[in-house]
C-alpha cells in the first residue's frame, strides 16, 4: 500500500521536477559522481572561487561577440540557471522545505553561482571594454570588478539573501543592456531604461515568489529587498546619464589618422606616414603627423554593430590650447554606421589647415557617449623632406 502510494504522489508532480529527480537519483548510484560530491564538500571554501574563474576562463575562450546567436542564447541560459540557483540558495538558507530532488540540486548552489556569475559578469567585462576604451570606461568597469569581491560576503547568512538578489538583478540588467538594442536594432536612453524597468520587473517577480515561500516573510526584510533594486536602478541610470556606460553593442575594431583616405572596390587604402625616431618622444604616446600646407587630416574608423542596427555616430576634432590647460572642439562631424559587417561599418572624416600641436579625434554616439579615441601631434614638415607616407590596406 505505502509502495503505491509513493507511486501516486511521483505522478502528480510536475514533470520537470520528476525528471530532475529521475536524474539526480541515477546520478546518486554513479561512483564517480558520489567521489565529485565528497570532493566539493571537503574543500568546499576552495571549490567556489575555483569555480567562477572557470566561468571567466570558458568566457575568454569562447565568448564570440555582441549580437552572435549562440552567444546571446548561452548567455540567456546562464541567466535562466543563475536565477534557479539563487532561488534554491535562499530557500536552503531560509530552511525552507524543497522535493528531495531540488534538495540534493541545492547542495550545487555555492559553486553553480559561482560558476555562472563569473561567466556572466566575465562576459560583460568583455562586451563593454570592447565597446569603449578603457579611459571611457574604467567607473564602470570597477564596479563590475567590485561585484567579484563582493563574492566572499555572498555567503554570510544575514546579508545573502540582499546581495544574491543585487548580484542577479545587476546580471539581468546588463543583459539587457546589449540584448535589447540588438533585437530592437536601435539604441539610446529609452532602451537603456526600458532595459532597467524589465530587469525591474523580473526581480520583483522573483522577490514576491520568494516572499510567498517564506524568504523575506517580514515586511522590512522584503521592502529592504525592494529598495535595493531600486538603489541599483537609479545608480546605473545615473551612470549612463553621465556617460560612464560604454555604448554596447557597438565595438571600435579600428581608429587611426592618415595622410589619405582611398577606397578601391571594397576596401580602403589608408595612407599612413612611416615611423620615424621622432615618434619615439612624442608626448602621451601620441604620434607625430608631419603636416605641410594644402595636406588634409584624415580620421579613419572601423565600428562594428549587430546586424539590423543603425545608429548615428560623429568624430569630434580637438585640439589643445596650453593656455588654457583644456582640449578646445574644432569640429564634429557625423555619419550613419549600419550593421551587420564582420569588419567594422567603415567612415572617414577630414580635416584641412590644422595648426601644429597636440590633437586628438574622439570617436562617439550620437548623444556624445565615448566609443574611443586616437591622439596625434601635429608637426610642421620640412620642406627638404620627401613624402614618407605607404599605403595599407584595409578589408
Known sequence: MSSNRAVDSASERPIGLALLGRLMRGLAQSPRYRLARRWYHRHETLAPPLLFFGGVSWDVLTLQRIGALLDNVVLGLYLLLLGGFVVLALLDRHDRPLPPSLQALSTWSVGAIQFLA???FSAYVIYYTRSASLTTASLFLLVLVALLVLNEWVWDRHRSGYLLVGLYFLAV????????????????????????????????????????QGVFARLRSFVGALCMVGLLFGGLVTFYVQHWIPPVPLALQHVGVYHDVEQEGSAFVLWQERASPAGLWAQNGEDPFHYAPGDTVHCFTAIYAPTALQTRVAHRWQRYVPSRGAW???????????????????????????SPGRWR??????????????HFAVVKADSSDTATATPHRYP
Open 328 to 354: 578646445v572642439n574644432t569640429d564634429r562631424i557625423g555619419y550613419q554606421v549600419v550593421g551587420g559587417r564582420d569588419g567594422g561599418y567603415r567612415g572617414v572624416t577630414y580635416k584641412e589647415h590644422v
Open 118 to 120: 563569473g561567466g556572466l
Open 173 to 212: 540588467f546588463c543583459y539587457l543592456t546589449f540584448l535589447l538594442p540588438v533585437l530592437l536594432g536601435t539604441m539610446g536612453i529609452w532602451v537603456f531604461l526600458t532595459s532597467g524597468l524589465l530587469s525591474v520587473g523580473i526581480v520583483t517577480g522573483l522577490l514576491i515568489a520568494l516572499r510567498l
Open 361 to 374: 579625434v574622439s570617436v562617439e554616439t550620437a548623444d556624445g557617449r565615448p566609443i574611443g579615441r586616437v
